[in-house]
């Protein structure tokens, strides 16, 4: 098992920057890992992943502008997230799904607290 713990959310102006951090209690390279956003009213949408090998896959709405990476010696994922925009407001979450040898097991069954961006226009 493992636990997230996510942080660096807050308020900024349409065009800012935030960096999200996600802190594992446990090896993230024994985990495959994700960003999850989820507005009031809205459902909740996977915003980025990162295979073992570093790839990463985007959510549309989000490419050019984010980008997710992970540092295994810190046991911590990052999303880096630039040119907000007003409707990237929303509670973040990151989540882990379980890891085995080269497959990433289907769904995510950890999952941080999140942490709330707001951007206004």
């Known amino acids: 098992e493992v636990q997230l713990v996510e942080s660096g959310g807050g308020s900024v102006q349409s065009g800012g920057s935030l960096k999200l951090s996600c802190a594992a209690s446990g090896d993230t390279t024994s985990y495959c890992m994700g960003w999850f956003r989820q507005a009031p009213g809205s459902k909740q949408q996977e915003v980025a992943d990162?295979?073992?090998?570093?790839?990463?896959i985007y959510a549309e709405s989000v490419k050019g502008r984010f980008t997710i990476s992970q540092d295994n010696a810190k046991d911590t994922l990052y999303l880096q997230m630039n040119d907000l925009k007003p409707e990237d407001t929303a509670m973040y979450y990151c989540?882990?799904?379980?890891?085995?040898?080269?497959?990433?097991?289907?769904?995510?069954?950890?999952w941080g607290q999140g942490t709330q961006v707001t951007v206004s226009s």
């Open positions: 990162i295979d073992f090998d570093g790839s990463a």
């Open positions: 989540a882990a799904k379980v890891r085995i040898g080269d497959r990433c097991l289907d769904g995510y069954v950890y």
